[in-house]
């Protein structure tokens, strides 16, 4: 499906893997990047029905006092509660899906990134050209989402668990970025990536970035 008029590389791996360390280099490098996570802030921001949906079902408690989404709240009920999870992802899915379209279609750039952490696991996938997975081993993934956030173990592991596994992720991959080393070797990957992206899209590429 062309979403855009450039190609679509998608950019994923599980909590902590390095998605947006990736992503913001490639921004650097003057990338269009589109990021899945913001699109479904944006969805459910005040004055939307799908935020109204969800203080409909659970209840204002749902709510912050500003009227904002208390997404630590959510995040508790809906990882504790397959069911829950289930509706709110029918509910968000195809409005996140419509406003990464806008999103792409905006793309100013020789290639438009589209980052997210379900890429996979949904019809985003189906929005990209080609698809970068960010890999890391599942302790790493759990150390670094640890060390960055205030979650306890048990609340990433959760998280981990309602994601594709290291092995279905990557059967996915077009391309693997290996992010078990340093952010310096990261870098490296990631200038390789770029170089290579340009090089297919021919030598007028290079000269918009
Ligand atoms: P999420 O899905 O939760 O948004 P993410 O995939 O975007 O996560 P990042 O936030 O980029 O992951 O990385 C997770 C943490 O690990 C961050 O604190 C980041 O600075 C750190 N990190 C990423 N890559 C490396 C690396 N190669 N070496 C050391 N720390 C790293």
């Not at 921001?45 to 949906?53: C, N, S, V």
């Not at 899915?93 to 379900?118: C, F, K, M, N, T």
């Not at 929005?127 to 956030?149: A, F, G």
Request: proline share 4%; charged share 25%.
């Amino acid at each position: 499906m062309a979403a855009a008029s450039v190609p679509v590389v998608g950019i994923t791996g599980g909590i902590g893997s390095g998605k947006t360390a990736v992503t913001d280099q490639l921004q650097a490098l003057g990338i269009t990047v589109v990021d899945a996570d913001l699109a479904a802030r944006v969805i459910m921001e005040p004055g939307r029905p799908a935020l109204a949906a969800v203080a409909a079902r659970f209840g204002e408690a749902i709510l912050l006092a500003d009227g904002q989404l208390d997404r630590a709240a959510l995040r508790r009920i809906v990882f504790a509660d397959a069911s829950q999870r289930q509706w709110l992802e029918q509910l968000t899915h195809p409005l996140i899906g419509e406003e990464i379209v806008r999103q792409l279609a905006a793309a100013d750039s020789p290639y438009v990134v589209l980052s997210s952490p379900l890429l996979l696991e949904t019809s985003q996938k189906t929005l990209c050209d080609t698809v970068v997975v960010v890999d890391v081993p599942e302790q790493m993934q759990l150390q670094r989402t640890m060390q960055r956030d205030a979650n306890d173990e048990a609340q990433v592991r959760r998280i981990m668990a309602a994601q594709l596994s290291r092995e279905e992720r990557l059967a996915g991959a077009d391309r693997v970025i290996d992010n078990s080393g340093s952010l310096a070797e990261l870098r490296a990957q990631v200038e390789g990536l770029h170089r290579d992206l340009l090089e297919a899209l021919g030598p007028a590429a290079g000269d918009r970035t």
